[in-house]
């Protein structure tokens, strides 16, 4: 017997999506969504630090010391400042069977037309929702098919 794997996906809307009307072709793929840049002015650049005097402070090279947004030192290669202290983490071993799904969901899944003007982007639900889903196909000589939910998304509008 064939084994069929069906995910399932739902527009989180109160207005009907049809997608038929959409205009092809219609993309569905994992993808990175970026922030888009806001307009400059709302960027804050570096900033000379200031002392407890209120003057800027000197580094060991005789230059002003420069902080960024944070506060955080920006060293003249453009990087931030690191600590001289090492730094210790403990490491806990996850099995591969836990990494994949973590890895797969990394992106949201994006739909979107042909020119962009609708983008919606499904993320997955809790799994507690596919484990209580499932459809019934119609098969060959008035049999019903089975076929449980193995992944549930949620897809929300895009805001611009």
């Known amino acids: ?12 809307s109160r207005k009907t ?9 219609i993309k569905l793929n994992r993808k990175e969504l970026r922030k888009e840049e806001s307009d400059l002015s709302s960027q804050v650049p570096a900033r000379p630090m200031l002392g407890p005097d209120g003057k800027p402070d000197v ?31 403990q490491v806990f071993l996850v099995p591969e069977a836990t990494r994949q799904p973590q890895r797969e969901e990394r992106y949201p899944w994006v739909m979107e037309g ?20 499932a459809l019934f196909f119609s098969a060959a000589q008035e049999l019903f098919k089975f076929v449980p939910a193995n992944r549930w998304y949620k897809f929300q509008k895009k805001q611009r």
């Open 1 to 12: 017997m064939q084994t069929t794997v069906l995910n399932s996906l739902m527009f989180d």
């Open 17 to 25: 999506v049809d997608i038929s009307t959409w205009e092809e072709p």
């Open 59 to 89: 580094g060991t090279d005789e230059n002003i010391v420069m902080v960024d947004v944070d506060g955080r030192p920006i060293v003249e290669d453009g990087s931030e400042a690191q600590s001289k202290d090492k730094k210790t983490r």
């Open 114 to 133: 042909a020119k962009q003007n609708e983008i919606w982007v499904g993320k997955l639900e809790e799994v507690s929702r596919a484990e209580t889903h």
